[in-house]
C-alpha cells in the first residue's frame, strides 16, 4: 500500500547507544518530517526536510541528526542516546511544506532507553 | 511564538453528536486540519479547513472556524464506537521556519 513507512517498530537502547530509524515514502513527496510525541505534550517537529537535499532543525532537534537520502527515504539518527528520547517516533511527508493535503504519516517507531 | 490548545478528553455515548474544540493563535494560519490518531497508529488527516472559510462539512464530519475567536471546532454527528480515537487540531504556522503545529490531541471516548 502506498504511504509512509517507518522501521522499526519497536526499539529499546541502553543509554550510549545509537541507532537510526528509517523512513520512506512512495507517494513522491518533496518534504518530510520527522516528529516525536510525548504524553501531556502532542507532537513535537524534530527536523524536516523540504525538499531532497535540504535538512532543517524543528523545535526540538538536540541529540539527533537527519539524512536525506533521496526524494523517498529520510532517517533519523540517535548518536549517543538518553532516557529523555524515550518517545514514539513518527515520519511524515507531504507534497509541500503549506499544503491542504496535510500530512502523511507512518505508524511510528516506540523507542524506549534503559 | 505559535500555540494550539485542546481539551485533554471527551466522552459522548453512542449516537450522540460530539464537539470537539480547539483554540489558536496565529491568525496569519493558512490551513487548519484536524487529525485522528487510533490506538498504535500514526496521525491520519480527517479534514481540513481554508482560512478563508467559515465552515466545511464532509459527511459526519462539520468544521467551524471563528476567525476572530481563533476558534476552530471539529463536530461528529451520530458517533460510533469507531470514533473513539485521540483527535489533533493543528495549524500551518508561518513563522521563522515553516511548519505544522499540533495541539496536544483530545482523547474521544465513546460509550456504547
Known amino acids: 500500500n502506498a504511504g509512509v513507512t517507518q522501521t522499526p517498530k519497536f526499539q529499546v537502547l541502553k543509554t550510549g547507544q545509537s541507532m537510526t530509524l528509517q523512513c520512506a515514502q512512495d507517494m513522491n513527496h518533496n518534504s518530510m518530517y520527522w516528529y516525536r510525541q510525548d504524553p501531556g505534550m502532542g507532537l513535537r517537529l524534530i527536523y524536516y526536510?523540504?525538499?531532497?537535499?535540504?535538512?532543517d532543525k524543528g523545535e526540538v532537534p538536540n541529540g539527533y541528526n537527519v539524512s536525506r537520502l533521496n526524494k523517498r527515504e529520510f532517517s533519523l539518527r540517535l548518536e549517543s542516546a538518553a532516557p529523555s528520547q524515550t518517545s514514539v517516533y513518527f515520519c511524515?511527508?507531504?507534497?509541500?511544506?503549506?499544503?491542504?493535503?496535510?500530512?502523511?504519516f507512518g505508524s511510528g517507531t516506540r523507542l524506549t532507553v534503559v | 511564538g505559535e500555540d494550539v490548545e485542546q481539551s485533554l478528553f471527551l466522552s459522548v455515548r453512542e449516537g450522540d453528536s460530539s464537539v470537539i474544540n480547539c483554540t489558536y493563535t496565529?491568525?496569519?494560519?493558512?490551513?487548519l486540519y484536524w487529525y485522528k490518531q487510533e490506538p498504535g497508529a500514526g496521525l491520519q488527516l480527517l479534514t481540513y479547513i481554508f482560512s478563508n472559510m467559515d465552515m466545511k462539512q464532509d459527511q459526519r464530519l462539520t468544521v467551524l472556524l471563528n476567525k476572530k475567536d481563533k476558534h476552530l471546532s471539529l463536530r461528529i454527528a451520530d458517533t460510533q464506537t469507531g470514533d473513539s480515537a485521540i483527535y489533533f487540531c493543528a495549524e500551518i504556522f508561518s513563522g521563522g521556519y515553516q511548519k505544522v503545529t499540533f495541539g496536544i490531541g483530545t482523547k474521544l471516548q465513546v460509550i456504547p
Open positions: 496565529d491568525s496569519s494560519s493558512t490551513y
Open positions: 526536510s523540504a525538499s531532497e537535499g535540504t535538512t
Open positions: 511524515a511527508s507531504s507534497e509541500e511544506i503549506k499544503g491542504a493535503d496535510g500530512y502523511t
